[in-house]
């Protein structure tokens, strides 16, 4: 006995080649809906403690600082402190319990989306979804391309950097987003680990520059008396203060960053031993840890870094072409502690920026395979890491061409995807909370929610160029998703096809076969249907013997696309039944004969009608609603799937 699946390959033989779609198409997952992404359910054995998990995903929020203490001071001028404090209040109080909701309901990393999709079920379940994943593929691309540009800018600006590298921001930029597609094209593993340094130092790093600059502050009274006095002058009463900080807060919410990633990176959590996949509470527990963890981080460093930043650099340098431009802290750490220090700040404030840019590329990778291809609408190849690398890439090279490597410019672009996002996740709590009958929660959610539709609506009204970033992605989701699903329309869809101890009983009852099959509509049950259906398929299609079965499908959600199938077998008035309940008829119908094939070794015949009505509306019916066209395209899916005509189940219409 051998072990052995295969002949041994003859070793005098050379190795085969392997070719570059084989290549591109290696790491495609089994089935649509798995991740393939590094943020994909890991086993038990790699996952990793909540505080690990946090630095995955504070390689998004926390590189941040790397850019936001300048853009606060840019957008908001003196009053950044003050509408930090803002964005830090609406981070704890609104963000935080949102996406603390979110993890309960979605422990498994699928999100706020998922829960929308569960929520809003059927076609309009499957728009929202698809217009959300083109906010969330403007979230990630320029998060992609934004840290990029950035870490170009810490790199021209250090005073060690060679001179011709002065000036060349838009190269660097485009260099370092092909670096990242090299990584994913060959393959990203140990993410955690990179990640755990990373913030580690980088943090540090921070915590020593605003610290010193707290000193300098405080140690100078003189200039926080000009700048409080030069705030009175400007804004007048701190009525009004307060209330220009709100209006220009909506400017600050790139600091909202990283919580959809916090939920993204759960299954990498290590629960409690007494987790279970229905019950994961540890792992819960692990992400609520996490995720308050890193808001009260993140929130300590945004305001005590823009009363720093707004206090010690001068309003100038903030300007583009300043020293400060999309670097604050760094130079602050290159004024205050010297360039050495500086330099060594510049490079992790580097690293860990084009690090956020791989858990982008991870999180898009992780999003496309989770939903496009189960919702038939994404080529097969959308399954695989590799193709789907190298059309992000390619998007980054032009959005990177578009705003012109600027930091600045892609500020807006970036909060538009953040908030979006985040207001989607609070409508997703507060549906939930509806449907849990908890009232004051829901009340509570709601109001959330309306606190992030207006900060959502203000920046898109007052930025919109990610409005237009996220309609040219939403269109081209919808075009390709629709052509997509139409190209694929003959396809097999069932993922998987079981039988369950009814039905098995009829087919051991078929010794000889063929197993003959009568198509029936079940609308309607009564006894008088079958009979009028058997006696049709009789006269119409000459159907021998009277043993046979009917077979129904149950059309339930018809804007699914691949499903996993139950044949139950019934008895409706002394007629035997296999009923089925699906999305479609037709695919459905061509799985299960082939299924029934397999299974016994005989070959199935099914008996149709004719459908009435005009054949190109027929068509559009079952395109949309799974029904119409049934007898012809049930027989074209068999034809697609299985092309050795002598091994087809056969097809008769009459």
Not at 24 to 52: F, I, M, N, V, Y
Not at 172 to 186: E, H, K, N, P, S
């Amino acid at each position: 006995m051998t072990t052995l699946t295969r002949v041994p390959a003859d070793p005098s033989e050379p190795p085969r080649r392997t070719t570059l779609r084989e290549w591109l198409l290696a790491d495609t997952a089994e089935r649509a809906g798995k991740q393939t992404g590094p943020h994909g359910l890991a086993d038990q054995h790699h996952r990793k403690p909540w505080w690990q998990v946090m630095c995955l995903t504070g390689v998004d929020y926390f590189s941040t600082l790397g850019y936001q203490p300048a853009i606060a001071a840019l957008a908001a001028g003196l009053l950044s402190p003050l509408a930090t404090i803002i964005l830090v209040l609406v981070t704890l109080c609104g963000a935080l319990p949102v996406y603390r909701r979110v993890a309960k309901e979605s422990p498994r990393g699928e999100g706020s989306i998922a829960m929308l999709e569960r929520l809003l079920p059927r076609w309009g379940g499957k728009l929202v979804v698809l217009v959300l994943l083109g906010f969330a593929a403007t979230d990630f691309m320029i998060t992609m391309t934004l840290s990029a540009a950035d870490a170009s800018a810490h790199l021209t600006h250090n005073p060690y950097a060679p001179d011709f590298l002065h000036g060349q921001e838009m190269v660097i930029t485009l260099a370092l987003l092909a670096g990242l597609g090299v990584v994913f094209l060959r393959g990203f593993s140990e993410a955690i680990r990179v990640a755990v340094v990373l913030v580690a130092v980088f943090l540090a790093l921070n915590l020593v520059v605003v610290l010193v600059a707290l000193l300098h502050v405080f140690a100078s009274p003189v200039m926080v008396g000009d700048w409080w006095t030069a705030l009175n002058q400007q804004h007048g009463n701190p009525i009004m203060m307060v209330a220009l900080a709100v209006l220009v807060f909506p400017k600050l919410a790139l600091g909202l960053s990283g919580f959809e990633t916090g939920v993204a990176v759960m299954p990498q959590i290590r629960g409690a031993h007494g987790d279970t996949e229905q019950n994961p509470a540890g792992r819960i527990r692990g992400a609520h840890k996490l995720l308050t963890t890193s808001a009260i981080i993140m929130s300590a460093f945004l305001v005590s870094s823009s009363l720093a930043t707004v206090i010690l650099i001068p309003a100038k340098e903030f300007e583009d072409g300043g020293q400060a431009n999309g670097r604050a802290l760094a130079y602050l750490a290159h004024e205050y502690l010297g360039n050495g220090f500086g330099t060594v700040y510049d490079v992790s404030t580097i690293a860990i920026l084009w690090f956020a840019g791989a858990s982008a590329m991870a999180g898009l990778l992780n999003l496309v395979p989770r939903y496009l291809p189960r919702y038939g609408m994404a080529p097969a190849w959308a399954r695989a890491i590799r193709p789907l690398v190298l059309v992000f890439t390619l998007i980054g090279f032009i959005i990177t061409v578009i705003f012109d490597a600027n930091v600045d410019a892609q500020g807006g672009a970036y909060a538009t995807g953040v908030l979006v996002l985040i207001t989607s996740a609070s409508v997703a709590v507060t549906l939930a909370a509806r449907t849990a009958k908890q009232r004051k929660t829901m009340m509570a959610f709601g109001l959330v929610a309306a606190v992030f539709v207006y900060t959502t609506i203000a920046n898109m009204v007052e930025r919109p160029d990610g409005l237009k970033i996220a309609i040219v992605f939403i269109a081209a989701i919808l075009v390709v998703s629709f052509a997509s699903r139409v190209r694929r329309s003959f396809e097999l869809r069932a993922t998987t096809i079981k039988l369950d101890e009814t039905a098995l009983q009829f087919l051991a009852s078929e010794d000889e076969g063929p197993i003959r099959l009568i198509a029936h509509e079940p609308k309607s049950t009564d006894a008088q249907r079958y009979i009028t259906k058997f006696k049709h398929a009789q006269l119409a299609s000459h159907l021998p013997g009277t043993d046979v079965m009917f077979v129904e499908v149950v059309v339930e959600d018809s804007s699914d696309f691949e499903e996993e199938l139950l044949v139950q077998g019934k008895i409706r008035h002394g007629y035997r039944v296999l009923e089925v309940h699906s999305g479609n008829v037709p695919n459905t119908l061509a799985a299960v004969l082939l299924h029934l094939r397999d299974v016994t070794g005989l070959m199935p015949h099914i008996y149709f009608r004719w459908t009435e009505g005009n054949p190109i509306t027929n068509l559009t019916k079952y395109l949309f609603f799974g029904e119409g066209e049934i007898a012809p395209v049930t027989r074209e899916v068999l034809r697609e799937a299985e092309p050795d005509v002598t091994r087809r189940p056969w097809v008769h219409v009459g």
